[in-house]
């Protein structure tokens, strides 16, 4: 790490620190000896139904690790601003901040230049550097691109701005559909899931099989765990992403697609 960038690169590895507490916290309370599913058949509507007993609480020191780490992200795109603002020569003030921007066009449509990302910054490499890095920019510069509210970046503005004013991000319990799997019998038809996606409470169903009138197989077993996700209708993509990888998706993002794009611009 450079001189230049040591608090940027202090503050990344903070974060780093903050979400390695929050897993191992997550990982001591989602002990899959902790909690358990039971099967049942409902004759009213023909299917086997799991239900979760023993759902493990959520704590809510977690919700402080995430906010601590998406604070130390944000930080260390703040301290990046205010070293590209000195390299240009310029003194930095209170507004040296770190542009995060779903979009280049004014409150009447109208396409603005890009000093508006920074004002205080003249140099046309580093504003387009600042450019590309936004959440707007598609991967091969497209204009308008995909939805830029999808940008790891973009979910670090919105997070850390809610984590500012109240206990943030509603995290919850809820069925881990990405390691649920099963296997059939030779010859035998698989069954028709339904999986519940919702947040958990205590005896909740969390997946139902048609067995197109028959019984599951004596081996049968969907492999049911859980796992923790944020829930805030300001980042719904994040909703079925286990947290601690929503997170570190974010801080990867912060670190390749933004903070490496300028090193090479400070010795």
């Not at 020191?61 to 601590?68: A, D, N, Q």
């Not at 979009?103 to 003249?122: F, T």
């Not at 600042?130 to 790891?152: I, K, M, T, V």
Request: some cysteine; hydrophobic content about 40%.
């Amino acid at each position: 790490m450079t001189d230049e960038l040591a608090g940027v690169d202090l503050k990344l590895g903070r974060a780093k620190a903050h979400l390695a507490d929050l897993k191992q916290g997550i990982e001591t309370v989602l002990d899959p000896d902790a909690y358990r599913f039971d099967i049942k058949y409902d004759d009213k509507t023909n299917r086997y139904v799991y239900t979760v007993h023993d759902l493990p609480t959520v704590d809510p020191e977690w919700s402080i690790h995430i906010g601590e780490a998406l604070y130390q992200l944000r930080s260390a795109l703040d301290h990046l601003a205010w070293r590209l603002v000195e390299l240009c020569g310029v003194t930095p003030n209170k507004q040296t901040q770190f542009p995060i921007r779903d979009s280049l066009l004014d409150k009447n449509g109208k396409l603005m230049g890009l000093q508006v990302l920074l004002p205080q910054i003249k140099d046309r490499k580093i504003l387009g550097l600042l450019n590309e890095c936004q959440p707007y920019y598609g991967p091969d510069g497209e204009w308008p691109p995909f939805n830029a509210h999808r940008s790891g970046l973009w979910h670090l503005k919105v997070l850390n701005n809610i984590d500012k004013h109240q206990l943030l991000l509603v995290v919850v319990c809820v069925l881990n559909i990405d390691r649920m799997h099963w296997g059939m019998s030779k010859g035998g038809k698989p069954p028709s899931p339904y999986l519940n996606t919702a947040a958990l409470k205590e005896g909740t169903p969390v997946a139902w099989f048609d067995f197109h009138g028959g019984e599951p197989p004596a081996d049968f077993d969907p492999h049911p765990s859980l796992k923790v996700v944020i829930r805030e209708p300001e980042a719904p993509n994040l909703a079925h992403i286990e947290v601690v990888a929503a997170i570190e998706g974010i801080g990867q993002w912060v670190a390749w697609e933004v903070i490496d794009r300028f090193r090479s611009l400070f010795p």
